[in-house]
C-alpha cells in the first residue's frame, strides 16, 4: 500500500498569499495517477488536480500542480478567501487507493 | 448534470447491518467503474471498495474485507453498499465516487452518515 504523507498539517496564511502544499509518497505513484482534492465543511471532496498537473473542469488557475514519482507540490498562487479549506492528496495508480491525512489552509 | 444522491444511512448498533444506496444521473452510468469512500468525523478521507462496469472485478479496503459487499443495479442507475457486522470505527459518513476519463473521481455525492452505537 503506498502511504501518503502531507506536510504541513496546518498551513496559516493571508488572503493573497502563496500556499505550497506536499504530498510525499512512499513508493512511486504509477503513472503519475495523484490527484488533488479540495474539501469545506459539510462539503464532498472537490477535484482540483488530476495526473499530478492537470487542472480539473472550471478550476481557477491559481491553482497548479506539480511532481512525479514520489515528491508531489500543489501551489495556490494567491490565496482567496474561498481557498481556506482542507486539501488532500490521492494515488489512483495502485490498489489499495490511498489518501493523504491533508493539509488545513486557515485564515492568519 | 451528473449527480449522486446516496442514501441509506442512520444509527446502528454494533454487529449490525445497513444497506447504502447511491443513485446516480446524468451520465452513462454503466460505463463507469464506481466507489465509496468514507470519512470519519473530523478525519480524513478513506476508500472503501470499488467495482467495476460490469461487476466482474471488486476490490475491498482490508478494513471492510468480509464485512461490506459492493454491487450496482445498472438498470436502476444504482450503486450499494450492503455493511454487515458493524464496527464503532465504521461510523462515518460515506461518498460514493465517479471517475472521470482521466481515472481521478470527479464527482462525489453528498454523503450519508453511518453511527454505529449502543
Known amino acids: 500500500e503506498i502511504v501518503l504523507t502531507q506536510s504541513p498539517g496546518t498551513l496559516s496564511l493571508s488572503p493573497g498569499e502563496r500556499a505550497t502544499l506536499s504530498c510525499r509518497a512512499s513508493?512511486?505513484?504509477?503513472?503519475?495517477?495523484l490527484a488533488w482534492y479540495q474539501q469545506k465543511p459539510g462539503q464532498a471532496p472537490r477535484l482540483l488536480i488530476y495526473?499530478?498537473?492537470s487542472r480539473a473542469t472550471g478550476i481557477p488557475d491559481r491553482f497548479s500542480g506539480s511532481g512525479s514519482g514520489t515528491d508531489f507540490t500543489l501551489t495556490i498562487s494567491s490565496l482567496e478567501p474561498e481557498d481556506f479549506a482542507v486539501y488532500y492528496c490521492?494515488?489512483?495508480?495502485?490498489?489499495?487507493?490511498?489518501f493523504g491525512q491533508g493539509t488545513k489552509v486557515e485564515i492568519k | 448534470e451528473v449527480q449522486l444522491v446516496e442514501s441509506g444511512g442512520g444509527l446502528v448498533q454494533p454487529g449490525g447491518s445497513l444497506r447504502l444506496s447511491c443513485v446516480a444521473s446524468?451520465?452513462?452510468?454503466?460505463?463507469?467503474?464506481m466507489y465509496w469512500v468514507r470519512q470519519a468525523p473530523g478525519k480524513g478521507l478513506v476508500w472503501v471498495a470499488r467495482?467495476?462496469?460490469?461487476?466482474?472485478?471488486?476490490t475491498y479496503a482490508d478494513s471492510v474485507k468480509g464485512r461490506f459487499t459492493i454491487s450496482r443495479d445498472d438498470a436502476k442507475n444504482t450503486l450499494y453498499l450492503q455493511m454487515n457486522s458493524l464496527r464503532a470505527e465504521d461510523t462515518a459518513v460515506y461518498y460514493c465516487?465517479?471517475?472521470?476519463?482521466?481515472?481521478?473521481?470527479?464527482?462525489w455525492g453528498q454523503g450519508t452518515l453511518v453511527t454505529v452505537s449502543s
Open positions: 465516487a465517479k471517475p472521470g476519463s482521466n481515472w481521478a473521481l470527479d464527482y
Open positions: 446524468g451520465f452513462t452510468f454503466n460505463s463507469y467503474w
Open positions: 467495482i467495476s462496469t460490469d461487476g466482474s472485478s471488486i
Open positions: 513508493q512511486s505513484v504509477t503513472d503519475s495517477h
Open positions: 495526473g499530478a498537473s
Open positions: 490521492h494515488q489512483y495508480g495502485s490498489t489499495p487507493r490511498t
